[in-house]
């Protein structure tokens, strides 16, 4: 069997997720090529060659341009932050590798486009990371979508909300900083609400948003993630230059309306991305926190006995589900990176085009320039201007 040797970028938090999905990817799935965890780039040599050893790589480099440009590396999986996947994705691609980069695919909807554009002229596999795609109970949320059961879709409401940064005197991370991450809630948390809603219902053909900072400027920090780091009191203050909170309202090519909200400053809610959908026949309803189940209303039930019933999607519907545990042990977050690199490792083995690939990461891209766009004007945005 020939092998899918992985050069991965970025060993913090989204790093530690995909060499879990990598190394946990064999155990569970067969694959047409033999997933490997080859080389761990980042920029420190100091912290570096730890993190390849607890990770369970054998090779390292400090240099991207000389990852990408190795003979023994046939994919590229980026998660360094947001505005170094451009020009790593768009070097690998040029040396041939699949690549695998995570959300927001790009800080602008030109960017992802030019991304978008050399993936396809060079034919190599192209995916995105919006592992929420990948939980059990949103691909049982299209099944039942794309059977007609809930019948002509009239409504979608999708959040995602977090409280981390309430406070003031939480430092600048790169999270924070516009010209590092592209935006703020609305790129890091909204970006996987409108994937999740392109993904169910189609695309989206015009926004009304509001962008809003509540906490203008940080202290400045020097070693940081994108979630952590620490100030002293001294710091210097630095203008904080992304919002803290998005809303929009949307209408879908389809006809149907959609709300949309990202915060940072929902005090109480750590990882809270919920939606519901409600339609001429029925509704559904989803909370990521509780990933295995969801929740349906059928219209065309007996009327005494209409009612919302939760389905344990553990038992037997998701498209993954035969190849984890016996039905009802449920399975969670570490699992949708599995799930999405098992579609990459398979797409980039049999050369057919992956889901969801650079041209969904464009597409979000552009809905949230969009977005952006609105809000600065104070108006309604058509997302084919951008
Ligand atoms: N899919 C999801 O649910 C999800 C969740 C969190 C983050 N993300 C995305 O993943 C990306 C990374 O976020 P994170 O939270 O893991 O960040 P992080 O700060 O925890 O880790 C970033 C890593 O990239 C490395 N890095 C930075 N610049 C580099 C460079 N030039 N070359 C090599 N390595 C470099 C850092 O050393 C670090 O290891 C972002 O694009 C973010 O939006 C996605």
């Not at 053909?205 to 940080?218: H, N, S």
């Not at 709300?259 to 750590?270: D, I, P, S, V």
């Not at 190849?323 to 599995?338: C, L, S």
């Amino acid at each position: 069997m020939k092998p899918m040797r992985f050069g991965l970028v970025g060993y913090k938090f989204m790093g530690k997720a995909h060499a879990n999905a990598l190394s946990r990817l064999p155990m569970f799935f067969e694959t047409d090529a033999r997933v490997e965890r080859s080389v761990l780039c980042g920029r420190d040599a100091r912290w570096l060659e730890q993190a390849a050893q607890t990770l369970g790589f054998g090779k390292t480099e400090t240099d991207w341009r000389k990852l990408v440009a190795r003979e023994d590396v046939d994919a590229i999986d980026i998660t360094a932050p947001s505005n170094a996947h451009k020009e790593i994705a768009l070097a690998a691609i040029k040396e041939g590798k699949h690549v695998f980069c995570e959300k927001p695919l790009a800080l602008t909807a030109d960017d992802a486009r030019e991304m978008r554009e050399a993936a396809d002229k060079a034919g190599v596999a192209n995916q995105v990371g919006f592992n929420y795609r990948f939980a059990p109970a949103m691909a049982l949320a299209k099944r039942i979508i794309d059977e007609g059961k809930i019948g002509k879709v009239f409504h979608f409401r999708g959040s995602f909300l977090q409280d981390w940064i309430i406070d003031p005197e939480f430092p600048k991370v790169w999270r924070l900083d516009k010209s590092v991450c592209g935006s703020g809630s609305l790129g890091d948390l909204g970006a996987h609400v409108i994937d999740a809603a392109r993904y169910l219902l189609g695309d989206i053909a015009e926004v009304v948003g509001d962008q809003i900072t509540f906490v203008k400027e940080r202290p400045v920090v020097e070693r940081m993630t994108g979630l952590s780091g620490k100030a002293d009191a001294n710091a210097p203050r630095a203008i904080v230059d992304v919002d803290d909170a998005t809303s929009f309202i949307a209408r879908f090519e389809n006809g149907a309306m959609g709300l949309f909200e990202a915060t940072r400053f929902a005090q109480g809610h750590k990882n809270d991305f919920r939606l519901e959908i409600n339609g001429e026949k029925g509704s559904l309803r989803f909370e990521f926190e509780r990933m295995n189940e969801l929740w349906y209303f059928n219209a065309g039930d007996e009327p005494g006995e209409q009612g919302w019933r939760m389905i344990q999607v553990s038992e037997g519907v998701h498209p993954y589900w035969d190849k984890w545990w016996p039905a009802g042990h449920v399975i969670g977050f570490p699992e949708t990176f599995v799930h999405e690199l098992y579609e990459f490792a398979q797409c980039a083995a049999q050369g057919r085009p992956c889901s969801p690939s650079f041209a969904d990461g464009e597409a979000v891209a552009r809905i949230m320039d969009a977005v952006e766009l609105s809000s600065q004007r104070r108006a309604w945005v058509s997302v084919g201007e951008i």
